[in-house]
């Protein structure tokens, strides 16, 4: 059983920097796909940033040229670094990763998620 502890939320003041990590707990040997999601009361999730396993990128338009998702493949820990953040950046954010079984099937694991509180 794989689980997903977020750390580094906290609250900071527009124009800031926060840096999240996501690292996994329990036996996994190697993660496909990995990704930074975040939601807002009354919102649905939404993707903010993946990475591949071979370092290709996505990221959403509203955080570009702000964040950059990296990752640390011998760990398979996940970084999310936020710098000028927003109020709007406000959120839960949630790391993801899908987790091969055996070589057909994966699984898609969640953290429990972290808070990001960016004030005016």
């Known amino acids: 059983q794989v689980q997903l502890v977020e750390s580094g939320g906290g609250l900071v003041q527009a124009g800031g920097s926060l840096r999240l990590t996501c690292t996994p707990s329990g036996s996994v040997s190697r993660i496909n796909t990995m990704a930074w999601y975040r939601q807002t009361p009354g919102k649905q999730r939404e993707l903010v940033a993946r990475?591949?396993?071979?370092?290709?990128?996505y990221y959403l338009d509203s955080v570009k040229d702000r964040f950059t998702i990296s990752r640390d493949n011998a760990k398979n820990t996940l970084y999310l670094q936020m710098n000028s953040l927003k109020p709007e950046d406000t959120a839960v954010y949630y790391c993801?990763?899908?987790?091969?079984?055996?070589?057909?099937?994966?699984?898609?694991?969640w953290g429990k998620g972290t808070l990001v509180t960016v004030s005016s």
């Open positions: 990475i591949g396993a071979g370092g290709n990128t």
């Open positions: 993801n990763a899908d987790v091969p079984l055996d070589d057909y099937t994966t699984r898609d694991y």
